[in-house]
């Protein structure tokens, strides 16, 4: 039986038809039914065969995770949907973009931590920087929090992207 | 997101080699659309024109091969196409045009997508280059339909309009059927598009595969659960009539080779004759006593194509508390959707319940006769409190009594039963003895007031020969009684069954029970003369204020040719039993009045719709 009760950070990765209204069939599947999208990526993947990987994030129950993944899988233009946390080990990135305005010791700083955390600088003026950072979510997370005590910040974030490690394909599409 | 897809994009190179040595031949769309309806055996259309489909309704002017039935309202052309495909396992066809056609239609197809039922709608767009300028009757299709629809298209480019087309079929009667839009621009309607004899859709091993076939492990597993079952039940629904005739033809066999209780949904109907020992009635929230405290009670539940939905359940969280559960459901997302079940088995409820026999079989599957048979004695224990008994003791009709009779004397002929929403509805699955399938047209899921009439008229299309009759309420039948036009232009000798109460009943039962019997607005007023209006449309219209007419009023209506309109006056203040309040258990059913007038909803039963 399913735990009822705990909710789940789930990143599902899903291959589809790149056609007309995909996207805004699994949105509405989400918002029509209730459930959370904490972010979506979506970008085609291979132009031969038209297909698309969308990767979402999403939390809920088991039993909410389970369902989403059925319903997702029931649409159409869906070839498959592979749920990276419950498969085997897999790699997840974000990428983001931060802008922060800031002067004197607090800008020092903010380049210092961006070394720190590896961004590249994309854009500076005297008072501010465009600084790229890529990692898991929690690293983006925690470079955000660090900029905001540092300046005011925009931010600009993809959301996640991933899949398994390993040598398998595991969206498979060969016919 | 919006690149295009050339037709013969997915077709896999074990395509047939026909397909490609073949130069297609090029015709406007609309000729192209009536070529591949008439290929996808497409008899019917049900539709009503409007500017952005004149070159389909020119091509149908020029075609024979297709027949077009005019209705009156978009919202019908969807019920009749659905009353057609309920009552023949075909799919069901529309045509509407853009903007208001398909936001009409809309009702219709959510029924659909609740019901299952296949329908494949075509609405009209205007032309591409207006799309998105606010052009005249132009309405987001495609994007208000997505919700309400299995899956919908808007056709871009001729060449992909028989792809499109041939596939919206395929997707509607395949899997768990549904509603398919296939939305479909003035210039596509009207340029010309490449068409290819014996079609150019191919399955591809991606996109949209259903699973038919049950896995073996799953069934294995399933009758070892069987075996060691000793209060055991069957519950069918819907799944049984979508699955077509072998489904039920299975089921029987099933249900005689293990000699268990059986109920049926709403839905589920007819998937096993009323006279069976074994049928316990309805289930749910207006179902049996008798089937719903076997529900409760038994320690082995086989779920056979039913969803277990909120009005079968009642409350959850006491819905058949000591039971191991078995579901069988063609579409694995309505495994563990509500109620968590030890077992799913997806696949089309025909093959899992021959996968189930044979295995029974293999491994010489015997029912426990000897708590079987304790089993069926608390069950007939259960049927002896006569949960559906009534009285008729007054002049003034009882509903159930007429339905009773109605039922009775219809009994020789072929009947096919069409309902509104609301108490009528229940009496009609109460009351009524299904013994076929495809013989029971109701809207369950979406619980449409409207639906009975155009769905009677989509099967008496059909049927042309049977004995159609719409059990309905005067409230429901106000809601889609323009199409008393189509029923006279056409000549369908539908028979309309009003039972009539001046309220509308169910809302006014609920107002009764959970609003202190404050009945706003459910009162039925300014109601026509129900005969005069079936004359008024070159029917006949006939009434029954008291009992003694009601014989003669059913003789009569039956005996008539044509259609005919049959004003029930039934008792006012009647209300639906057996019934299990919103926000109760299977186990705290009202049997009566009486009991009605003790009970108490919680307040969390009355949030509940």
Redesign the interface.
């Known amino acids: 039986?399913?735990d009822?009760t705990q909710t789940e950070r789930h990143t599902l990765s899903v291959?589809v038809?790149?056609?007309?209204?995909?996207?805004?069939?699994v949105v509405?599947l989400f918002s029509?039914r209730g459930y959370n999208i904490e972010s979506l990526t979506?970008s085609?993947v291979d132009e031969e065969?038209?297909t698309?990987r969308i990767s979402v994030v999403t939390s809920g129950t088991p039993?909410v995770i389970?369902?989403i993944k059925?319903?997702l899988?029931?649409?159409?233009?869906v070839?498959?949907v592979e749920d990276l946390t419950t498969g085997p080990a897999h790699v997840e990135r974000e990428l983001a973009l931060v802008k922060i305005v800031n002067q004197g010791s607090d800008r020092v700083e903010a380049l210092r931590v961006a070394d720190s955390f590896r961004a590249r600088t994309l854009d500076s003026t005297l008072n501010s920087f465009v600084f790229e950072v890529t990692g898991n979510s929690s690293k983006i997370s925690a470079f955000i929090k660090l900029m905001e005590s540092l300046g005011t910040v925009e931010i600009a974030r993809t959301g996640v992207c991933g899949m398994t490690r390993g040598n398998t394909i595991d969206l498979i599409?060969a016919? | 997101m919006t690149a295009k897809i050339e037709t013969t994009k997915r077709v896999p190179n074990n395509a047939s080699a026909k397909a490609h040595a073949e130069t297609p031949q090029m015709m406007p769309g609309a000729a192209l659309l009536l070529k591949v309806l008439e290929a996808e055996g497409v008899e019917v259309i049900f539709g009503y024109p409007g500017g952005a489909v004149l070159p389909i309704y020119d091509e149908i002017f020029k075609s024979n091969a297709v027949r077009h039935i005019l209705v009156r309202h978009e919202q019908a052309a969807v019920h009749a196409a659905e009353g057609y495909a309920r009552s023949t396992g075909k799919v069901g066809v529309v045509l509407v045009t853009s903007g208001p056609g398909a936001t009409n239609a809309v009702t219709g197809l959510t029924d659909a997508l609740m019901d299952s039922v296949p329908v494949v709608c075509l609405t009209g767009q205007v032309p591409s280059h207006l799309i998105g300028t606010d052009a005249f009757q132009e309405g987001d299709t495609s994007g208000i339909t997505r919700p309400c629809t299995k899956h919908n298209y808007l056709v871009k480019q001729s060449a992909d309009l028989q792809r499109s087309i041939e596939e919206a079929f395929h997707v509607a009667r395949t899997g768990r059927p549904g509603p398919v839009v296939i939305d479909l621009p003035k210039d596509v309607q009207m340029l010309d598009a490449p068409y290819i004899e014996g079609g150019v859709w191919q399955d591809t091993p991606h996109r949209y595969r259903p699973t038919i076939s049950p896995d073996r492990a799953a069934i294995k597993k399933a009758v070892q659960m069987m075996k060691a079952a000793k209060r055991p039940v069957i519950y069918g629904g819907g799944g049984l009539i979508n699955s077509g005739p072998e489904a039920t033809a299975n089921l029987r066999r099933l249900v005689e080779v293990t000699g268990w209780p059986t109920t049926l949904t709403l839905m589920g109907l007819g998937a096993m004759s009323a006279d069976d020992p074994h049928f316990l009635g309805m289930l749910g929230m207006h179902g049996t006593y008798e089937a719903n405290l076997t529900m409760h009670g038994c320690d082995f539940m086989l779920n056979l194509g039913a969803r277990f939905d909120d009005r079968v359940t009642g409350r959850l969280n006491a819905f058949s508390p000591n039971s191991i559960k078995v579901h069988a459901d063609i579409d694995p997302a309505s495994i563990n959707k509500v109620v968590q079940v030890d077992l799913g088995i997806v696949g089309d409820v025909k093959e899992t319940i021959a996968a189930l026999l044979e295995e029974m079989k293999a491994q010489n599957f015997a029912p426990n006769a000897k708590a079987l048979s304790g089993w069926w004695e608390q069950i007939n224990g259960w049927r002896g409190k006569n949960c559906l008994a009534y009285e008729q003791k007054s002049s003034i009709i009882k509903p159930q009594h007429a339905i009773e009779r109605l039922y009775q004397m219809s009994r020789d002929r072929e009947v096919f039963v069409t309902t509104e929403v609301g108490q009528h509805q229940m009496w009609a699955a109460q009351y009524f003895g299904f013994h076929q399938p495809n013989r029971w047209m109701t809207s369950g899921g979406l619980g449409t007031m409207g639906y009975g009439l155009p769905a009677a008229v989509g099967t008496q299309i059909a049927h042309p020969d049977a004995t159609v009759i719409d059990i309905s309420g005067e409230a429901s039948f106000l809601m889609n009684m323009q199409e008393l036009s189509t029923i006279s232009q056409y000549r369908l000798p539908v028979k309309v069954f009003i039972l009539n109460n001046e309220w509308m009943g169910m809302v006014r039962q609920w107002q009764e029970l959970n609003h202190g019997s404050r009945y706003s607005e459910s009162y039925t007023a300014s109601l026509p003369d129900f005969t005069k209006l079936a004359e008024t449309f070159g029917m006949t219209g006939l009434r029954a204020k008291k009992v003694e007419d009601l014989e003669d009023v059913i003789t009569t209506m039956l005996e008539t040719d044509g259609p005919v309109i049959a004003d029930i006056c039934i008792e006012k203040e009647e209300n639906c039993f057996p019934m299990i309040p919103s926000g109760s258990a299977h186990n705290e059913m009202l049997l009566s009045a009486a009991e009605e007038s003790n009970a108490t909803v919680s307040e969390e039963g009355k949030i509940l719709v």
């Not at chain 1, 038809?17 to 069939?25: H, I």
């Not at chain 1, 899988?73 to 233009?77: D, Q, S």
């Open positions: 039986m399913l009822t291959l038809d790149n056609e007309p209204g995909v996207l805004a069939r509405g029509g979506v085609e065969r038209h698309s039993l389970e369902q059925k319903l899988a029931r649409l159409v233009p070839h498959v599409d016919d």
